[in-house]
């Protein structure tokens, strides 16, 4: 099966990129596990930290240790873990069938495997620098109060003034991680590549100005921007740390996928570099080695590019 036998030998030349993604990933699951550090509250400063303890409007469950939720009966809250997070669902699941979707159109691999590399990148890298900034700023989130005195009544210490916390130890961990926002950050992640991948896919800088694609383009990023939104109605967030995820995850996206495609901007922005890289090495073997593709020469697969594009040519 051409599928297998050509994605095999781009899967494993690229094999060091996913051996990479797993340290990624074990790194962040690590950041997770580690406690944060533990900023100064003093009593004046829990003016602004006491706000209501409220479920998430977008859950995260799943979580190593666990997501608390309110428990209108129970003050003290409880841990509950589901296997999957719709954070997840919304940054990588999603863009991932979309990415099934073109590569069923055109048959085109390289794109199906650079993009699903990218959006990983653009995650677990997204994912590593948040929650190191989390752990290392400690920021009490806006309903702190509630996590560390689930009984109302606040405790201090008599010499330094700071909180001393009675509640459960994890909620409380979760409370000195408010910034940057971890919901805002993956999803501008992993939706701001999607944004990026569909504004090559439509052609939405075709100059034709089909209002149409660019609301298309937009969409994955105003879902974003709307995760974030419900940090702050949820009161687990302030407003700066949904500012600064949303920075952080739309400026690695953005990174990660002009590494792998060229600029939607570009008469051959619909598919990555390494497609290109390869056309123009089976046309002349003696460049083969050639670390960067020369785009212009494209021109000379007039057919080949067209029927790329039209989704008629099969890799």
């Given amino acids: 099966m051409v599928f297998q036998s050509t994605g095999s030998k781009l899967a494993l030349s690229h094999m060091h990129d996913w051996l990479i993604l797993l340290l990624l990933a074990a790194m962040d699951g690590a950041l997770n596990m580690i406690e944060p550090f533990h ?15 409220k479920e998430d409007t977008i859950p995260m469950w799943g979580v190593p240790v666990g997501t608390c939720f309110h428990h209108a009966n129970n003050p003290w809250r409880y841990l509950k873990i589901i296997p999957y997070t719709i ?9 991932i069938l979309i990415f099934i979707a073109f590569y069923f159109a055109r048959r085109d691999v390289y794109d199906l495997h650079h993009a699903t590399l990218g959006l990983m990148f ?12 989390k752990d290392a700023v400690g ?15 606040p405790v201090f210490d008599k010499d330094n003034g700071d909180v001393l916390c009675t509640g459960i130890k994890a909620v409380i961990k979760e409370g000195y991680k408010s910034f940057p926002s971890g919901h805002t950050s993956w999803s501008f992640a992993g939706l701001g590549f999607l944004s990026w991948y569909l504004s090559g896919k439509v052609r939405v800088f075709d100059r034709r100005g089909h209002i149409g694609k660019l609301c298309l383009v ?24 949904v500012f600064a995820g949303g920075l952080i995850g739309l400026t690695v996206s953005s990174i990660c996928y002009l590494l792998l495609f060229p600029l939607p901007t570009h008469p051959h922005g619909w598919a990555p570099h390494a497609f290109f890289l390869m056309m123009r090495e089976s046309d002349s073997p003696s460049q083969r080695g050639s670390q960067t593709p020369d785009t212009t020469r494209l021109d000379e697969f007039p057919l080949q590019m067209a029927e790329m594009e039209s989704g008629t040519r099969y890799m």
């Fill in 39 to 53: 900023r100064y509250i003093g009593k004046d400063m829990m003016r602004d930290l006491m706000f209501p303890f």
């Fill in 87 to 95: 954070k997840e669902i919304l940054s990588i699941f999603i863009p």
């Fill in 122 to 133: 653009s995650s677990l890298i997204t994912g590593v620098i948040t929650d190191s900034i």
């Fill in 139 to 153: 920021r009490p989130r806006p309903n702190f109060f509630h996590r560390c005195f689930p009984d109302n009544i």
């Fill in 218 to 241: 937009l969409l994955p990023l105003l879902i974003a921007a709307l995760v974030g939104i419900t940090r702050v109605d949820d009161y687990w967030h302030h407003w700066t740390d």
